[in-house]
Structure formats: C-alpha cells, structure tokens
C-alpha cells in the first residue's frame, strides 16, 4: 500500500517561493506517476504538475508553466514540486496524487488513486 505525505507549505510573499515535497512509504515511486494538484477556497481541485513513471513525461499548468518545475529524489523516494515567483492566485491546499505506473501524465484527479493529506500554500503580502 503506498501512502504519501505532502510537506513544506506555508506563507510566503508574493513573488517568493517554496518546495513542496511528496514523500512516499511503501513502494518505489519512481514506478508510479506523480501529480500535483491545487484546490482553492470554493473552486474545483485543479491539475498543477505532473511528472510520469521514470520521469518520461512531465506535464505543467499554463497557470504555471516557467514558475514551477516537478523533479524526482529517487533516493529519497520523494517528488518535490519546486514553486517560484508565487503568485497569490496560487494559493491553495496542495496534493500530491499518484497512479501506478503510467508513462504519460494526467490532470484529471479521477486519474489517480493514491493521495496525500495536503499542505496549504498561502500567498499573501
């Protein structure tokens, strides 16, 4: 059973940022693909990131794209989603997603079956 535990959140300024990481006990997470998704007060959970099984495939919001960058730590059985030039229409409860092994990428939330708990990123002067 795989489980992921979504970390480094918290407030930051506009124009700051922040890593979040997803750290996963149970199985390799380079087998599996690995999605970060937003949710933000009143609005639907919406795709951020993704990087697929052995990082063939990445995928990034056009919200996004420049700003953010997915990477693997394979030693660390960990994704980090690296956010910079944080906007405050970036804030939101992050999740990290996953879905056994799959060579594309996804930005549907019904895609995958394993999620965190969430970490909430404040962008706020």
């Known amino acids: 059973q795989l489980q992921l535990v979504e970390s480094g959140g918290g407030l930051v300024q506009p124009g700051g940022s922040l890593r979040l990481s997803c750290a996963a006990s149970g199985l390799p997470l380079d087998y599996y693909r690995i999605g970060w998704f937003r949710q933000a007060p009143g609005k639907e959970r919406e795709g951020v990131s993704c990087i697929s099984s052995r990082t063939i495939n990445t995928y990034y919001a056009d919200s996004v794209k420049g700003r953010f960058t997915i990477s693997r730590d394979n030693a660390k059985n960990t994704v980090h989603l690296q956010m910079n030039s944080l906007k405050p229409e970036d804030t939101g409860v992050y999740y990290c997603?996953?879905?056994?092994?799959?060579?594309?990428?996804?930005?549907?939330?019904?895609?995958?079956?394993?999620w965190g708990q969430g970490t909430r990123v404040t962008v706020s002067s």
């Open positions: 997603a996953a879905a056994a092994d799959y060579y594309t990428c996804s930005s549907r939330p019904g895609d995958y079956g394993y």
